[in-house]
């Protein structure tokens, strides 16, 4: 079994310094918001995946061809362009919930917000904590 050289990989950056370098204040304090609410519903503490993405709980992944490694559970970006939070299971599943959130664009496992007024943060905590739970069911 191969295991993956992942370029994103947990590290023991401070995610405290990291959040509080960040320079556009409305993008700092959508990322306070997202990371407190992400510790509330993980109960997890955060940590640095890489240089710019603040993770939650770990899991362990291995494809049928052999390859494996080991990746968030949930997490976030605070990115120039938006503040991306990552899904890791996708959207296919949620999607009474995607209908009901607000404005948002989305990847394959990311979702885009420009700032947080554009989505209703209800939703967005319970897209969260079931994306968590899944993760947790699915790879423990």
Not at 3 to 12: M, P, V
Request: glycine letters at 10%; hydrophobic letters at 30%; proline letters at 3%.
């Amino acid at each position: 079994m191969t295991k993956s050289k992942n370029k994103t990989i947990e590290t023991s950056a401070s995610v405290e310094d990291f959040l509080g370098a960040i320079d556009n204040p409305k993008r700092k304090l959508d990322s306070l918001v997202i990371n407190e609410l992400m510790c509330k519903l993980t109960g997890e503490t955060p940590k640095m995946w890489g240089k710019s993405i603040v993770g939650f709980g770990t899991y362990h992944y291995r494809y049928d061809s052999g390859r494996e490694g080991d990746f968030m559970k949930v997490g976030f970006s605070p990115r120039k362009q938006n503040l991306t939070l990552y899904i890791m299971p996708g959207f296919e599943r949620y999607g009474d919930l995607m209908g009901k959130l607000g404005k948002y664009k989305i990847g394959k496992s990311c979702l885009y917000i420009n700032k947080l007024e554009d989505i209703n943060q209800d939703i967005l905590s319970v897209l969260i904590q079931s994306s968590y739970d899944y993760m947790t069911i699915k790879y423990g």
